[in-house]
């Protein structure tokens, strides 16, 4: 018995020894089955040495799930102490040292379960008493190397890490030897969790982040930096393009059970600078939730209170004096595709918008849109309530008081984010609203907003194309040619090179339709355009001319004819502006002012508009019959026209060699120079063998005839409305003429003098005939009338003298229904004062 009892003995000696001999290996085992029953996988842990004061670990190599894949993890060269105690579990470990490790992140796909993030796991980490009883004093890991974790750059990120506990309080102090970078971490608690991170760049913490827990019903975020010192902490992992400006703010985190993750944010930087843009101030307020558990239903929601805020925008001639964003709608990942939807009912606003000479007082969009990204490809999908309305508008000259800009019906925009950056606009309708948009003092007013369908609009880096179409039934210009074009269509297409538009349309009530051609190379900034119609303008009586262009520089209306005309513009950056026109009139009939009518106008002219109206070669007018005032009338009026600027800068008509048959006479001028901005002309006609017998067919004087023809000079003075005439002079033109004036009840007496002068006006043979021509521009006529000449009916042979004055009211007497009747009293008593006064008979 003591024999098997001392083998016993000597048995359990040598198994004990054994088994000290290879405890490492026992308890790797027993590590490697407890952390396999504990749900890791390929797990393998080798403990080279054990004792009661320290254990060592060569490998350990574990694999474990987390939310979105795998996490593997691989360990080398761990050394820990604790102290010595009894009880295993109650053993605290003093110091841990790690010389390698390596965490790798492997994804897999997951389906997707829309719900709220779960926080229980946050409220047991926070509450859960965990910092005072963490078994752990001091770790260091001399290398962590992370691999594919999310978020991180491609390669390796090596990390150096050291851990001190004390009860209540731990700090942590993070080396990135491969970037140059550390960071502290610090947490506490004392009323409660307290966390503060501190990112610390070359001069300065780039950022401090504090996180406080209040009274166990939420977490309070507080953080300040600068985003200079950020672009430099992250400029390793990250490579950002200069940045600038401080930033502070703080969110808060309800904690209470079913709360789900929403924060309330309110942050705000100041003079800040982005790449391309120097900001006064930002502020961003709100509320965001987070839902989903998995990286393929994360979603986060925008409040309706959350809203961006932007002050002084300054871009280098673009300044923006404030932005307003509301930003309600949410973020969120479908069938593996991120989208972003905003609410119809945002409100954004830019007040204040100017760059070169382009001002906008207000810019108000209400952003109903969608926004995904599959593929690398942005999808923006903008709904029929969407709409850009801009109030305020200028551009150099041109101005509008309110242009609106929506889709007809939903529409979509794409562009890829890749090299190059390409982009397409789906084929879609939009409508373009004006109000009060013109070049003052041109006013253009559309009834109906324009319709625009666009066929192609792309383009792939800088180069881009578009094919489209423009429509309005109406739009009416004003300003000093006020109309209204009906019926307007067009197209326009081309490429960042050049720009065709062909437009058509009719000005309002006139038959006759506009087409015109544009195009603009935006390259070298040469423009080029034509216009003509396509079908003879035609007037009308109750639809003149000047509904077309109202008022006219000289006051000429046509209300019958045919009307065409073409034209060509162009504009280079050298040589500036410039428009020509041609003019064709045929058959017209119309007025001039209020007073003279006009028939059978045939014009044909070439002017330029631009840079000044002038005529590029004389053109040649035709006109049947001109109807002057009083009854008389031009026919055969013919004259070369041209527009030419004047030394004082103003606009002049000149009319030259106009010839015209006057009372089968010939009138003309060698010039005519008519000043259109103060309507002032002074001229002279020329007037040969007008017939005296058919000036009296227009104002017939009872019981007189007269034969002969005169001819001479009137100079005449123009002043608007006004017409005076000054030392006219008509002279009778060989061989002289006849007068017979037999009143038949005149009531002069036929004795004396007077019965002298009637029986030498029965039958004056004239050779010489003077006439004295005056009018005033109250309407005043004077005639002084000196006849030479032999009366038969009181001695042939002897020379008979007359000298008659009148002075009338031409334009009393045309008004008059007694006109026949006064002439006739006029010149017997005229008569009578000639021969009382003693002149020669």
């Known amino acids: 018995m003591r024999r098997f009892a001392g083998l016993l003995l000597l048995i359990l000696v040598v198994a004990g020894g054994v088994l000290w001999l290879e405890r490492a290996r026992l308890v790797s085992s027993l590590a490697t089955s407890l952390l396999g029953r504990a749900g890791f996988s390929r797990v393998q842990v080798v403990v080279s040495d054990l004792d009661s004061t320290s254990f060592s670990i060569d490998r350990l190599r574990l694999t474990a799930v987390v939310p979105g894949g795998s996490l593997h993890l691989r360990l080398s060269g761990l050394y820990a102490t604790y102290r010595p105690n009894t009880v295993w579990k109650r053993k605290r470990l003093e110091q841990v040292t790690v010389r390698s490790a390596i965490l790798e992140f492997q994804p897999r796909a997951t389906t997707s379960t829309r719900e709220p993030m779960d926080l229980s796991g946050l409220r047991t980490l926070i509450r859960g008493g965990w910092l005072e009883r963490l078994p752990l004093q001091y770790l260091r890991i001399d290398r962590l190397v992370f691999r594919g974790l999310p978020g991180l750059p491609p390669g390796n990120l090596v990390v150096n890490l050291t851990i001190r506990h004390d009860p209540g309080r731990l700090s942590a102090d993070v080396a990135l030897p491969s970037i140059r970078r550390n960071l502290h971490l610090s947490l506490a608690r004392e009323q409660g969790l307290e966390v503060r991170l501190i990112l610390k760049s070359r001069y300065h913490p780039a950022v401090t982040l504090a996180l406080q827990e209040e009274q166990g019903e939420r977490l309070a975020f507080v953080w300040q930096g600068n985003l200079d010192a950020v672009r430099e902490w992250l400029a390793p992992l990250y490579p950002l393009p200069p940045l600038g400006g401080d930033f502070q703010g703080q969110a808060s985190l309800p904690l209470a059970p079913g709360s789900g993750l929403a924060l309330r944010?309110?942050?705000?930087?100041?003079?800040l600078q982005v790449p391309g843009f120097d900001i006064g101030?930002?502020?961003?307020?709100?509320?965001?939730?987070?839902?989903?558990?998995e990286k393929e239903d994360f979603g986060i929601r925008f409040g309706r209170d959350l809203h961006l805020e932007l002050q002084d925008l300054r871009r280098s001639a673009l300044h923006i004096g404030r932005v307003s964003l509301g930003l309600a709608g949410r973020v969120e990942r479908i069938d593996g595709h991120w989208q972003v939807r905003l609410?119809?009912?945002?409100?954004?606003?830019?007040?204040?918008l100017t760059r070169d000479k382009l001002e906008l007082a207000r810019v108000t969009v209400r952003p109903s849109l969608r926004l995904a990204l599959e593929d690398k490809q942005w999808h923006l999908e903008l709904g029929q309530d969407f709409q850009v309305q801009a109030s305020g508008c200028r551009l150099d000259t041109l101005r509008a008081d309110e242009l609106r800009l929506y889709p007809a019906q939903d529409a979509s925009i794409l562009w890829a984010t890749g090299s190059p950056f390409s982009w397409q606009v789906a084929s879609s309708s939009w409508m373009l609203g004006t109000t009060g948009a013109g070049r003052a003092p041109w006013q253009v007013q559309a009834a109906e907003p324009l319709d625009i369908r666009i066929d192609v609009l792309e383009g792939t880096g800088s180069s881009w194309k578009v094919e489209a179409a423009i429509r309005s039934p109406q739009l009416s210009i004003g300003g000093p040619y006020a109309t209204t074009l009906t019926n307007l269509e067009g197209t326009f297409r081309g490429d960042d090179r050049h720009l065709l538009f062909e437009m058509a349309l009719s000005p309002e009530l006139l038959p006759g339709r506009l087409v015109m051609t544009l195009d603009l190379e935006s390259k070298t900034?040469?423009?080029?355009?034509?216009?003509?119609t396509t079908e003879p303008i035609v007037p009308a009586q109750d639809s003149p001319l000047?509904?077309?262009?109202?008022?006219?520089?000289v006051p000429v209306d046509l209300v019958q004819?045919?009307?065409?005309?073409?034209?060509?513009?162009?504009?280079?950056p050298a040589a500036g502006s410039r428009c020509t026109t041609s003019v064709r009139i045929s058959g017209g009939k119309g007025v001039v002012g209020k007073g003279i009518h006009f028939s059978g106008l045939d014009q044909e002219v070439r002017l330029r508009l631009v840079p000044g109206p002038a005529t590029l070669r004389p053109g040649s007018v035709r006109c049947e019959k001109i109807v002057l005032p009083g009854r008389i009338e031009l026919t055969g009026v013919e004259a070369f026209t041209e527009l030419q600027t004047g030394k004082d800068g103003g606009l002049e008509l000149v009319l030259e060699n106009l010839h015209a048959t006057l009372f089968n006479g010939l009138i003309t001028t060698p010039r005519i120079t008519y000043v259109l901005d103060n309507r002032s002309a002074d001229f002279t006609l020329t007037l040969r063998h007008l017939d005296l017998e058919e000036i009296l067919k227009v104002y017939p004087v009872s019981d007189l005839?007269?034969?002969?023809?005169?001819?001479?000079?009137?100079?005449?003075?123009l002043r608007g409305s006004e017409v005076t005439v000054t030392d006219g002079r008509l002279v009778a033109e060989p061989p002289g003429g006849e007068i017979r004036y037999r009143p038949r009840?005149?009531?002069v007496s036929d004795q004396g003098l007077t019965g002298i002068t009637l029986r030498a006006l029965r039958e004056l043979h004239y050779r010489d005939l003077e006439i004295e021509v005056g009018y005033l521009p109250d309407g005043t006529l004077d005639l002084n009338f000196h006849f030479k000449g032999t009366s038969p009916e009181l001695d042939a042979r002897r020379p008979v003298h007359l000298n008659i004055n009148t002075s009338q009211n031409l334009l009393s007497l045309l008004r008059s229904l007694r006109y026949t009747e006064e002439i006739d009293t006029d010149i017997s008593r005229r008569v009578e004062e000639g021969y009382g006064n003693g002149q020669e008979r």
């Open 265 to 271: 944010v309110d942050t705000r930087a100041d003079k």
């Open 281 to 293: 101030s930002l502020n961003l307020v709100g509320t965001l939730e987070f839902t989903g558990k």
């Open 343 to 352: 609410d119809p009912e945002n409100h954004w606003q830019v007040t204040g």
């Open 525 to 532: 900034g040469r423009t080029h355009g034509e216009f003509r």
């Open 546 to 553: 000047s509904r077309l262009v109202t008022p006219w520089p």
């Open 561 to 572: 004819g045919e009307l065409k005309l073409d034209g060509v513009f162009s504009r280079t």
């Open 705 to 717: 005839q007269v034969r002969g023809r005169v001819g001479g000079l009137l100079p005449v003075r």
């Open 745 to 747: 009840n005149s009531g």
